[in-house]
């Protein structure tokens, strides 16, 4: 009786084995779906991506990487739902969201080389600028964005937006706006 109890036992992990190797097999042909479909439609990565490329910290193929794992995420999303025929409308919209979230100074992966490279000596120190040069630009933006400004370049470590809408007490939409159009005032002076 106990040798038929490890029999069904080990049935049962040879069975688990087989269907978790069928799991990676079904996920790496997904995953390979997903970067082929991304290469084949870079035209359409960068016309969702494109209202928010210039704030986003990155490369084109750093793009790309995050299309494809929202194609997949699209694909697996698609295939839960049985809507397959759906995968555009998904992978536009989990995109799209990737992109505003990285746009937006959301970190969404940590990056553990910071930690594993040795840090490299300064040859030359940060020229910053003086004092009247940047009363000078913020002259071209409101009394709200010189605040903003003017509290940032105090911040001994860079902030995100989350920092800036809780110190201003507005959302992080507004906080975000805010930025992008102070950004947009100050670069339209300096030019």
């Known amino acids: 009786m106990p040798h038929s109890l490890i029999s069904r036992e080990e049935v049962g992990k040879k069975m688990t084995r087989a269907k978790h190797y069928q799991q990676q ?6 995953w390979d779906t997903a970067m082929h479909w991304v290469n084949t439609n870079k035209r ?3 016309q ?13 193929e750093d793009l790309y990487q ?7 995420n699209a694909l697996i999303c698609c ?7 759906r995968f555009v409308p998904f992978f536009r919209v989990i995109f799209k969201t ?5 746009a937006s100074g959301i970190q969404t992966v940590h990056c553990l080389e910071e930690y594993f490279l040795p840090l490299q000596e300064e040859t030359a120190e940060k020229v910053e600028p003086e004092a009247d040069q940047i009363d000078q630009v913020l002259q071209a933006v409101s009394k709200r964005q010189r605040q903003i400004c003017l509290w ?3 911040q001994p470590t860079p902030v995100s937006t989350v920092d800036i809408a809780r110190e201003f007490k507005v959302s992080k939409r507004q906080a975000y706006r805010l930025l992008s159009n102070t950004l947009q005032r100050i670069s339209g002076a300096t030019q």
């Open 44 to 46: 359409l990565v960068r």
């Open 98 to 102: 990737n992109c505003i979230k990285l």
């Open 25 to 30: 097999i079904f996920s790496r042909e997904i």
């Open 152 to 154: 940032l370049l105090e």
């Open 66 to 72: 995050e299309a494809t794992i929202s194609a997949y």
């Open 79 to 85: 295939m839960k739902n049985g809507q397959r025929e």
């Open 48 to 60: 969702i991506a494109s209202p928010y490329v210039r704030f986003m910290a990155g490369e084109s």
